[in-house]
């Protein structure tokens, strides 16, 4: 993009999922937020077949591969988002983002109380991991 | 700034375990992601939003966990359910004849006004037909709910099932809406049945929200 948006701006295009273009959220409604996190990669390998050389990839939730990401899109109210999806709570204490069409992701991530287990009101979506329209 | 929709519905799936419920709610049924990192810890539920007359509307959907039964289903579960998709596999019989024990079901625990619908899906597999076509229609009549076959493997119809509960429950909500000027806000409270008072309150402490 030609002007990377700063800390605090809000979202001037539509982000959109960078597989698919499923909206995600509308312009306007996210706002950028530093927030350093380890997000576990998205594993865009498809359709494993029977055969066994692909399935070695495959990598258990808990000891999965993370990015270190500092960048998101934050949202405080869940039905702001167009499409999303919710993953169940992991380690009771979050729940990721996934695109709600084609279900890759995580895309991002909200914490969970570890109290109540209920959502926080707040939703991160990763900057490096969608795209605009 | 204006307000992102103008209604919001809490849809769920019912059902008996195999019926495709998880199918309906995913774009691709289980091998066909199996080794992302998604698919090994499972989706809770998603959003989406439609349009429908020009309003836009948002779903929240909800799948059911693995096992549940309708006798481990209850009050929690259903609280804030504007609408539900009653899903039965036209491969199995079984599946079919529990229909009833899951309206039972909604019947004792959900609000009186949740809309329903029925649901025969794995309607790809008609070598392995159990349940007719007109079984599904005639049980839809006598509850007075919609139905619909559908596939989710072939992906057939199940927008169309989405579309058709949203847009039933809209024009109860807009039907109420013209009978009492003052509106009600488009959300369904759980049935308040006095001999469960205490459990309702409790619960409704508890949400998610
Ligand atoms: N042929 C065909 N198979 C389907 C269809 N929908 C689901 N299945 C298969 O049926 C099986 C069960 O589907 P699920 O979606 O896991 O069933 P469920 O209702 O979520 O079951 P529980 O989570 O145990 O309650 C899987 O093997 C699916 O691949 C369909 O439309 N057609
Ligand atoms: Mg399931
Ligand atoms: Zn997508």
């Not at chain 1, 002007?3 to 273009?21: K, M």
């Not at chain 2, 609408?83 to 529990?98: A, C, P, Q, R, W």
């Not at chain 2, 025969?120 to 509850?143: F, H, S």
Request: overall charge positive.
């Amino acid at each position: 993009m030609d002007n990377l948006p700063s800390i605090g701006d809000r979202n001037t295009q539509t982000i959109v999922c960078s597989f698919c273009d499923d909206i995600i959220l509308r312009p306007q409604t996210a706002t950028l937020t530093n927030k350093p996190t380890l997000l576990p990669q998205m594993n865009i390998e498809k359709t494993p077949s029977s055969d066994t050389e692909n399935n070695r990839l495959s990598i258990n939730g808990n000891d999965h591969v993370c990015d270190s990401l500092e960048t998101f899109w934050l949202v405080l109210d869940m039905f702001t988002f167009e499409n999303v999806g919710f993953s169940n709570t992991v380690n009771n204490q979050t729940k990721y983002l996934v695109c709600a069409n084609c279900e890759r992701g995580p895309i991002g991530f909200s914490p969970i109380n570890p109290l109540t287990r209920q959502l926080e009101k707040e939703f991160y979506v990763a900057f490096d991991r969608i795209k605009y329209k | 700034m204006a307000k992102a929709y103008d209604y919001l519905f809490k849809l769920l799936l019912i059902g008996d375990s195999g019926v495709g419920k998880t199918c309906v709610l995913l774009r691709f049924c289980d091998s066909a992601f199996s080794t992302t990192f998604i698919s090994t810890i499972g989706i809770d539920f998603k959003i989406r939003t439609i349009e429908l007359d020009g309003r836009k509307i948002k779903l929240q959907i909800w799948d059911t966990a693995g096992q549940e039964r309708f006798k481990t289903i209850t009050t929690a579960y259903y609280r804030g359910a504007m609408g539900i998709m009653l899903v039965y596999d036209i491969t199995s019989e079984k599946s079919f004849d529990n229909i009833k024990n899951w309206i039972r079901n909604i019947q004792e625990h959900a609000s009186a006004e949740v809309e329903r619908m029925l649901i025969g899906n794995k309607c790809d597999m008609l070598d392995k037909r159990q349940v007719t076509r007109e079984k599904g229609e005639n049980l839809a009549n006598e509850y007075g709910i919609k139905f619909m076959e559908t596939s989710a493997k072939g992906n057939i119809n199940v927008d169309e099932a989405f579309f058709s509960l949203a847009k039933d429950i809209k024009a109860k909500i807009d039907k109420r809406a013209a009978i009492d000027p003052l509106g009600k806000p488009a959300v369904i409270k759980p049935k308040l049945d006095p001999h469960k008072k205490v459990s309702t309150s409790f619960w409704s402490r508890c949400s998610l929200f």
